[in-house]
């Protein structure tokens, strides 16, 4: 991919009040892609999600993870979600978005302030939780999206918003469709 696709710093921050407009709550479920082997996407309508496999037919668990002691899958990382318009100015293209590698593009705020480790969504019949493990991207990112665009979603803005996205681990399984509600859920009394 040449430089001439990527992005400059003043181009990224141009996108950067768009992305702020994300709703807070009752957001949409973007695109869905399943990651069947390193370097495969495949593009969804529909898929399920499941406790001990994330995202069904995903390579995440057999994939394993260097953050676990054992190399098995972590579990806090069984799924990457990302802002649906974060993605949309790094990629210029729709078609390009699942180079990104997330599984879940969402049109909502993804933001710390807005969705703390913890906090439950509702999306489709399933719900997610986010998890605390920061998700910052890698060599990928950078070869498909530019040095300025890595940057850009691991600088002090881009950390506060999560423009590279949150981790996030299925509490309750069901089928997702491309176009569902993804909502914030109350918390529950312990």
């Not at 181009?11 to 082997?37: F, N, W, Y």
């Not at 802002?83 to 990104?100: E, H, Y």
Request: positive net charge; glycine residues 8%.
């Amino acid at each position: 991919m040449s430089d001439a696709t990527h992005l400059t710093p003043a181009e990224l921050e141009a996108g950067l009040d768009h992305i702020r407009q994300s709703p807070a709550d009752g957001g949409t479920l973007a695109m869905i892609v399943r990651r069947p082997a390193a370097d495969q996407r495949e593009e969804l309508p529909a898929a399920e999600l499941d406790l001990a496999h994330g995202l069904v037919g995903d390579n995440w668990r057999a994939r394993g993870s260097r953050s676990m002691p054992d190399g098995t899958a972590n579990p806090d990382m069984q799924l990457n979600v990302m802002n649906a318009r974060a993605v949309a100015l790094l990629a210029r293209t729709r078609d390009r978005w699942p180079l990104a590698g997330d599984q879940l593009y969402v049109d909502l705020d993804l933001s710390t302030a807005n969705l703390p480790p913890g906090t439950r969504l509702a999306v489709g019949a399933a719900v997610i939780e986010v998890t605390a493990v920061p998700h910052t991207g890698c060599a990928k990112f950078t070869h498909r999206f530019g040095p300025d665009a890595m940057k850009f979603v691991n600088s002090p803005t881009g950390r506060a918003l999560n423009l590279r996205g949150i981790n996030a681990k299925v509490v309750q399984p069901g089928p997702i469709r491309t176009g569902d509600a993804v909502r914030k859920l109350q918390p529950t009394k312990r």
